[in-house]
Nanobody
């Protein structure tokens, strides 16, 4: 599977943005999907993941209640809805395909997409 993220841009603090990640290939529904981000000068961090069917999601504490992940297996696309954005959400956002890590409530990554820049101005 190959992943193409889009939807990044510049938004004011308190605003919203929706990222999309389109997957090529016929195996999209066999992967858990997720989003990570890498702020300037920092390591990449896990944000949120969704199971193959869409019935289970896990998210990092930093984005709980603000970010939502959904997927459309018919369209081979996963979405990240981001609300109440803060300047500290500024980062390059990456989508990923992989598998759920149930105990850790995270995901393991098999395939990375390219990043999309999100900048939140104060």
């Amino acid at each position: 599977v190959q992943l193409q993220a889009s939807g990044g841009g510049l938004v004011q603090a308190g605003g919203s943005l929706r990222l999309s990640c389109a997957a090529s290939g016929r195996t999209f529904s066999s992967y858990a999907m997720g989003w990570f981000r890498q702020p300037p000068g920092k390591e990449r961090e896990f944000l949120i993941t969704i199971s193959r069917s869409g019935g289970t999601t896990y998210s990092a504490d930093s984005v709980k209640g603000r970010f939502t992940i959904t997927r459309d297996n018919a369209k081979n696309t996963v979405y990240l809805e981001m609300n109440s954005l803060k300047p500290e959400d500024t980062a390059v956002y990456f989508c990923a395909a992989g598998y759920l890590l149930t105990i850790a409530q995270r995901m393991g990554v098999s395939v990375w997409g390219q990043g999309t820049q999100v900048t939140v101005s104060s």
